[in-house]
């Protein structure tokens, strides 16, 4: 069955980076798209970005573009966002999920609580 | 940009109700718009796709209608379990998609 595995809790400072990795089970992992959603405390979806696991092509919510990375590497399965310059309002959950056809459909990460905080 | 704006923010109902969530795009969507339940501390689960089909496993009370700019989520009879945030998602505008901002449908 289809398995989005993500990385656990990060607590960062105020600045710094995070990375959190998506790993992807039970499909063939270049047949579908990952898209990362975020959601801050208390509020609503926020969709970030997409990335092509077949040929590494993205796109960035207007928003984030030039803070956010998306990557895979398909010889792990794996997908990987990396957040720049963070501020405390990039204090959320952060979901992967993957992209059939051209929906976000069963299939999503367990979520990784990112924290910034001095 | 395609915006997506849903209605109402919040509401409270009961066990039994009938309850209708809407969204309105800022331009014509065709079909292609998603419902999702999320409850509190998991990931979101599709109820609908293609705005108005079933996802498989999906209660029956469940239903979406709708084209173009308007959208409904309709709960026929609403249940314990039922009660959760609802978002809408439109794919559209592939590879972008956007969220509404979701409905929180609480205990009357």
């Known amino acids: 069955q289809v398995q989005l595995v993500q990385s656990g809790a990060e607590v960062k400072k105020p600045g710094a980076s995070v990375k959190v990795s998506c790993k992807a089970s039970g499909y063939t992992f270049t047949s579908y798209g990952i898209s990362w959603v975020r959601q801050a405390p208390g509020q609503g979806l926020e969709w970030m970005g997409w990335?092509?696991?077949?040929?590494?092509?993205?796109n960035y919510a207007q928003k984030l573009q030039g803070r956010v990375t998306m990557t895979t590497d398909t010889s792990t399965s794996t997908a990987y966002m990396e957040l720049r310059s963070l501020r405390s309002d990039d204090t959320a959950v952060y979901y992967c999920?993957?992209?059939?056809?051209?929906?976000?459909?069963?299939?999503w990460g367990q979520g990784t609580l990112v924290t910034v905080s001095s | 940009d395609i915006q997506m704006t849903q209605s109402p923010s919040s509401l409270s109902a009961s066990v039994g109700d009938r309850v209708t969530i809407t969204c309105r795009a800022s331009?014509?969507?065709?079909?292609?718009l998603g419902w999702y339940q999320q409850k509190p501390g998991k990931a979101p689960k599709r109820l609908i796709y293609a705005a108005s089909s079933l996802q498989s496993g999906v209660p029956s009370r469940f239903s979406g209608s709708g084209s173009g700019t308007e959208f409904t989520l309709t709960i026929s009879s609403l249940q314990p379990e039922d009660f959760a945030t609802y978002y809408c998602l439109q794919h559209n505008s592939y590879p972008t998609w956007t969220f509404g901002q979701g409905t929180k449908v609480e205990i009357k």
């Open positions: 331009q014509g969507i065709r079909n292609d």
């Open positions: 999920a993957a992209v059939v056809g051209a929906t976000l459909g069963d299939y």
């Open positions: 990335i092509s696991a077949y040929n590494g092509n993205t």
